[in-house]
């Protein structure tokens, strides 16, 4: 998942409008979403962070699975643990964004990730992935980059040698021309539609479908990522 660190260094550099504009958007996508699954869910887990649930948080009863200084940082309402064993009950609908299941160093761990998930979930599970079928961005060495007034951030990704699914990721910051701050590297796995269709059918899973008429892009990314459903 996207380090807390990460976070942090940009609830600092990014102005709350920025941050509220993003937010709202994908809030938007999520509450269509809602709409088009026909649910009412009552309580949503989050895998990780993620600043949409700053505005999710005022209609629904949110759980975070991340750092408590993020909560602090963000002035969240939400209730924030440090690993999914502290879930009390079930959720109703768990958000996995933000392409949750490609940190992952192999098969096994994505399936981990994925059963953890479903053990506390009567409901439905909303991921996001990138196409890794037809675009394969992880197998080539590139840097992706943004800047925030006086601070550049640049995201690198360095292909495997040796496992051509996996890669990392390493994201630095620059301020002032001369400080720099360097979040990684943070290890990652390809997750393709029909193996994540075949590991959700494998716990049970139904109803899985992309979702074809949303998609979705992270925090200042530039790359879409396809919207993906499954019910448990």
């Known amino acids: 998942m996207i380090n807390s660190d990460y976070w942090l260094k940009l609830q600092n550099l990014v102005e709350p ?28 887990l989050f ?4 600043p949409v649930v ?28 440090d690993n999914i064993a502290e879930v009390k009950g079930y959720s109703d609908c768990t958000l996995a964004l933000d392409e949750y299941f490609t940190y992952a160093t192999t098969e096994q761990d994505q399936r981990n990730l994925l059963s953890d998930i479903q053990k506390v979930t009567k409901g439905y599970v909303i991921t996001s992935l990138q196409d890794y079928k037809n675009n394969a961005p992880h197998k080539r060495n590139y840097v992706e980059s943004f800047t925030f007034n006086d601070t550049i951030a640049v995201e690198q990704t360095l292909t495997d040698k040796n496992n051509k699914q996996n890669w990392v990721n390493n994201i630095y910051f620059i301020e002032n021309n001369r400080d720099l701050t360097v979040v990684g590297p943070t290890d990652r796995r390809t997750m393709y539609f029909k193996q ?13 479908e992309i979702q ?20 448990f």
């Open 54 to 81: 700053l505005l999710l948080e005022k209609q629904y009863n949110c759980t975070v699975i991340a750092d408590q200084s993020l909560k602090y940082a963000y002035q969240s309402e939400s209730l924030f643990i």
């Open 196 to 208: 994540l269709a075949k590991y959700s059918a494998d716990l049970g899973g139904t109803n899985y």
């Open 17 to 44: 409008t920025r941050w509220l504009e993003q937010a709202q958007a994908k809030a938007d996508i999520i509450q269509k979403l809602f709409v088009g699954l026909r649910i009412q869910p009552k309580n949503i």
């Open 212 to 231: 074809k008429n949303l998609l979705y892009r992270g925090f200042f990314k530039k790359n879409y990522e396809h919207i993906i459903t499954v019910k």
């Open 47 to 50: 895998t990780h962070f993620n």
